[in-house]
Nanobody, 123 residues
Framework: QVQLVESGGGSVQAGGSLRLSCAAS????????MGWFRQAPGKDRNYVTI????????YYAGSVKGRFTISRDNAKNTVYLQMNSLKPEDTAIYYC????????????????WGQGTQVTVSS
């Protein structure tokens, strides 16, 4: 079992930056690949980025590539999402998720989820 808690969301103007954190507990964090997903109002939850258990491999959705960076600190049991050059269309609830397989882009492949953190980008 893995418990995940996101933090760092908030409101920012377009062009600004935020860094999300996801703290894990309950199991060996370094055994799990991690992902960030987001869900905008009235839309499905979508993949944003994933990182392998070691942190050596990452993938990004096209809409965020070059603006967002995923990283992890296995000593701190935490995965991060640095979001730069934010756009109003990035407004969503952001979720972190864990699973033992990599790469996996579908949310249905993930076994554990956080509660989400709201990111709002105003124009």
């Amino acid at each position: 079992q893995v418990q995940l808690v996101e933090s760092g969301g908030g409101s920012v103007q377009a062009g600004g930056s935020l860094r999300l954190s996801c703290a894990a507990s309950g199991s060996t964090f370094s055994n799990y690949a991690m992902g960030w997903f987001r869900q905008a109002p009235g839309k499905d939850r979508n993949y944003v980025t994933i990182i392998s258990a070691s942190g050596g491999s990452t993938y990004y959705a096209g809409s965020v590539k070059g603006r967002f960076t995923i990283s992890r600190d296995n000593a701190k049991n935490t995965v991060y999402l640095q979001m730069n050059s934010l756009k109003p269309e990035d407004t969503a609830i952001y979720y972190c998720a864990a699973n033992t397989r990599f790469p996996r882009y579908a949310g249905s492949s993930y076994d554990y989820w956080g509660q989400g953190t709201q990111v709002t980008v105003s124009s």
